[in-house]
T-cell receptor, first 114, second 109 residues
């Protein structure tokens, strides 16, 4: 049973470019969460999605950031016109349901903006 | 607002016992998670407490007091591989999970 998969593992972008981060949840999991982690910081919630629905995006900046979880295919976190402050590790987690189900984390994508 | 507090860093000796505390003030509460995260890696699940009391799982135990907004993670017979960050996280009523900043645990030989 494959775990949560994220790609790419490392992504380098120049300021102003777009970054696309992909997350494939564990088989059977329909809930996906995205988190951002800055060096020496904890995980900051960004967005919570179920298939084809954004449930809670309160942690995601209103500008330049968007997320989707289509019926088919991985969840995508998209950052447009990246800036240096977007450099961070972005983790995706999935869970089978709600109400405190354990979240299984992917290996993360480390985004570096030059 | 949501607030989770845990010490930034702790140091302990191999073979000893260490207790990592976590206090929280949140609007709504389902339960409390502890995750372990080694540098540069993804967090891995350690425990989830919903009810008050102590839950033991091998060398690791986790305690919760809902009335006090308090939890701790107890690690016994420390090994060098236990050097990592330990993240306290609260599951809210809307299924969101809020993480503390983590406690970096250093194990000395």
């Amino acid at each position: 049973n494959a775990g949560v998969m994220q790609n790419p593992r490392h992504l380098v972008r120049r300021r102003g470019q777009e970054a696309r981060l992909r997350c494939s949840p564990m088989k059977g999991h329909s809930h996906v969460y995205w988190y951002r982690q800055l060096p020496e910081e904890g995980l900051k919630f960004m967005v919570y999605l179920q298939k084809e629905n954004i449930i809670d995006e309160s942690g995601m900046p209103k500008e330049r950031f968007s997320a989707e979880f289509p019926k088919e295919g991985p969840s995508i976190l998209r950052i447009q016109q990246v800036v240096r402050g977007d450099s961070a590790a972005y983790f995706c987690a999935s869970s089978p349901g709600t109400g405190g189900d354990e979240q299984y984390f992917g290996p993360g994508t480390r985004l570096t903006v030059t | 607002g949501q607030n989770i507090d845990q010490p930034t860093e702790m140091t302990a000796t191999e073979g000893a016992i260490v207790q990592i505390n976590c206090t929280y003030q949140t609007s709504g509460f389902n339960g409390l998670f502890w995750y372990q995260q080694h540098a540069g890696e993804a967090p891995t699940f350690l425990s989830y407490n919903v009810l008050d009391g102590l839950e033991e799982k091998g060398r690791f135990s986790s305690f919760l007091s809902r009335s006090k907004g308090y939890s701790y993670l107890l690690l016994k017979e420390l090994q060098m591989k236990d050097s990592a960050s330990y993240l306290c996280a609260v599951s809210l009523l809307d299924d969101k999970i809020i993480f503390g900043k983590g406690t970096r645990l250093h194990i000395l030989p």
